[in-house]
């Protein structure tokens, strides 16, 4: 195979059921430059099954089993395999549209970026479906600030609609943290802040699939922590590097009450103020932290 353009990663833990939707899209990209790493988180189901199928028949599928350890590990053995010019993530139960990783990579070649960022859907597994983040035209950053803002970080740290230049992740040893929730943040704002120029590419989307039973939206007592931890940390970063953002960004804590499903109130804490918002938008309250 030609020089590989693109190390796509993909952490897989009992997806037995999206599985498949996901790998039809990698295999049938438009950009055949491409090495798709399999990360077989510890399944219990027949994930392993579906992704020997899926190898069988394409060479550049490689399966790599561990013991479960969740997602920040498997995608740092990944990394440490890859040999891709720039590498991408997916998530197992996610898809792309079939040029999604030729448009990034054209994109970020043409304009010599270290990364190359793609619009968002958000689809939940009851139909519904929303625009998290929509790029209308091709458009370069350059400061830590712009890029920032224009990921929409970091209410959306996402990684899985960018594709990052390897050789920048490795220089700068920036690798995902283990064992804990909302490891895409940490990943997120510094790979934003160290790598250089980030393109927006228009016209291909990320198409993010939410299961209601997903780990990530029942927040339990450590997932709230870890949250909790990754915000603080990213507030700690962004004032030790003079970056200046948005309010929303020093958000130190949310705490969102919900009955019966429906977020009824929610609780922003900054470092000097703590405000009450009814139904997650409309401010009622405000008193001062001492």
């Known amino acids: 195979m030609n020089l590989i353009k693109i190390s796509v990663i993909i ?8 599985l498949s939707r996901c790998l039809d899209s990698l295999i049938n990209q438009t950009l055949r430059e491409i090495e798709i790493i399999c990360v077989n988180d510890g399944s219990t189901d027949k994930s392993l099954d579906i992704l020997e199928k899926y190898a069988q028949k394409d060479p550049r599928i490689t399966i790599i ?3 479960n350890r969740g997602n920040g590990a498997a995608r740092n053995v990944a990394l ?5 010019e720039y590498v991408g993530f997916v998530d197992a139960d996610d898809w792309i549209d079939v040029d999604f990783f030729e448009k990034l990579y054209l994109a970020a070649k043409k304009q010599n970026a270290d990364i190359a960022c793609a619009s968002i859907e958000r689809i939940y597994s009851y139909g519904r479906s929303k625009m998290l983040l929509k790029f209308t035209k091709e458009e370069v950053f350059s400061s830590p600030e712009a890029k920032y803002k224009a ?3 970091p209410r959306r740290c ?6 990052y230049r390897r050789s920048e992740l490795e220089k700068h040893h920036i690798m995902f943290r283990e064992r804990v929730y909302f490891e895409d943040m940490y990943f997120s704002y510094q790979a934003l802040y160290l790598l250089k120029d980030m393109v927006v590419v228009p016209d ?4 993010y699939w939410v299961n209601t039973e997903s780990i990530i939206r029942t927040m339990t007592d450590r997932k709230q922590q870890d949250y909790i931890n990754a915000r603080l940390e990213f507030i700690d970063f962004i004032e030790k590097h003079s970056i200046i953002c948005d309010e929303k960004c020093y958000v130190r804590r949310k705490i969102i009450h919900c009955f019966c499903g429906i977020p009824l109130m929610e609780i922003r804490e900054w470092k000097t103020v703590k405000r009450y ?4 938008l409309l401010k009622i309250w405000e008193i001062k932290i001492s």
């Open 11 to 18: 952490p897989v833990y009992n997806m037995e059921k999206l």
């Open 65 to 67: 089993n561990q013991q």
């Open 80 to 84: 440490g395999m890859a040999v891709g």
């Open 151 to 153: 990921t929409d970080v």
């Open 158 to 163: 996402y990684i899985w609609h960018k594709i």
């Open 204 to 207: 291909i989307v990320y198409h």
């Open 277 to 280: 918002y009814l139904f997650r």
